[in-house]
């Protein structure tokens, strides 16, 4: 058994016992009550999940089992050098509850390296879809196409004991995230280089491989993806992509098909999606004006009409945070420190001057501050990419490690299937005229 696999055992049966026990003592404590609102308003704030990898608070965001983004900054390994931390320890973080060393970090980016493999039928079936068909339509088939790898499916199939079920998760995991670089990368390239794909550099780690991958062979655009591939990993599991994860795993699918599940959620413009209207939408706020370089007064122009129009503020709002988004700060934080006088850039920092004042004064709009797809685009555009209907594919990369994480724990956990009660307007309407 290797060393990650032995650890996230021994930990995740550790748990599974103590929690047999907390819920044989305290199974019938009530941890919230659900208001009618709650029911029609998408569920906000009902505690009824578990989700150990992360969690989220609202005024000062997400930690990743205890630690906040500057806290990982600081704490993962990384590359000799280099300043942004690699996603392998974040993985190695939520899945084992430890920081890891950069041994054990380069041992993580070594296993990836060798489960790496696509088979060429996954490539063929990616080939024979229309070139326009959306990267994350391509990313969803891509990863459905793998699902026949799946270790879960063929050993449930011969009868797995649900004992084992942690063991083949972990190795679906495991198969799945080192893939889907590749994978994605397969689809940039076909979609938007005419098909020149550029092999993996074996040297490279994990982000700065795809990055190589997608054809960006800059030191600082490799540094970004280690971040922008950390930072966007997990995000507790209420969201929608982790959710779905959540939900569909419940019913034994494997990481692949739950995957797929989530990266469909993630491709929705409430959620994911939002990262490619944020900067399709200062496009055409560029065009309108015909100039990239925008007063305030200008952009706050702008804002007013696209509500007015009946539209959201893409990149502004949550449901849960209510302050600016701590990855919308580390993106911040960055682009100051690598990129110097971006009118783009510059047109994302007016933004966050003149939105939240723009939102607050709507009197409904529950966070006026940014998330994090409100800066993404504008640093990726900065380095050249600028194909922005393929940046929801960057996020569901990086979000695969959190959700495929947690979902290694709730097959570890032994987690039944997911079955919430649903209510007719019917009987809501019964229950108040009883009450
Ligand atoms: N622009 C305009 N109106 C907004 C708004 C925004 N950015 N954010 C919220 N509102 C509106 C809502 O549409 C809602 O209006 P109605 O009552 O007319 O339906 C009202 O304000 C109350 O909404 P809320 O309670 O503040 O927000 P929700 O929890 O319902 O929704 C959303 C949260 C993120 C979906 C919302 O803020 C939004 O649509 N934002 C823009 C899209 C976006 O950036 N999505 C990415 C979110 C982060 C993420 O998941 N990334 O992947």
Redesign the pocket.
Known sequence: MDQLKEKFFKKSQELRLEIKGMLAEHGNEKLDEVSISQAY??M?GIKCMIWETSSLDPVEGIRFRGYSIPQLRELLPKVPGGKEPLPEGLFWLMLVDEIPTKAEVDWLSDEWRKRATIDPSVYKLLDTLPVDTHPMTQFTIGIMALQPDSIFAKRYDEGMNKRDYWDASYEDTMNLIAKLPRLAAYIYRRTYYNSQHIAPDESLDWAANFAHMLGYENKDFKSLMRLYLTIHAD?EGG???AHTVHLVGSTLSDAYLSLAAGINA?AG???????Q??IKWIFNMVDHFGSTKLSKDQIAMYVQE??DSG??????????LRQP?PRYMAQREFAKEYIKNDDIVNIVWTLFDV?PDI?AA?G?????WP????HSGSILVHYGFKEYNYYTVL?GVSRALGVLASNCWSRALGFPIERPKSLTTVAIKEFISKN
């Open positions: 308003g998408g906000r995000h969201n929608a992509s993630l413009p409430l959620h994911g999606l939002a990262n209207e944020v696209t509500l539209q959201v503020i893409p990149g502004y709002g949550h449901a849960v988004d939105v939102l709507t409904k709009v529950k966070n006026p998330n994090v797809d409100a996020f």
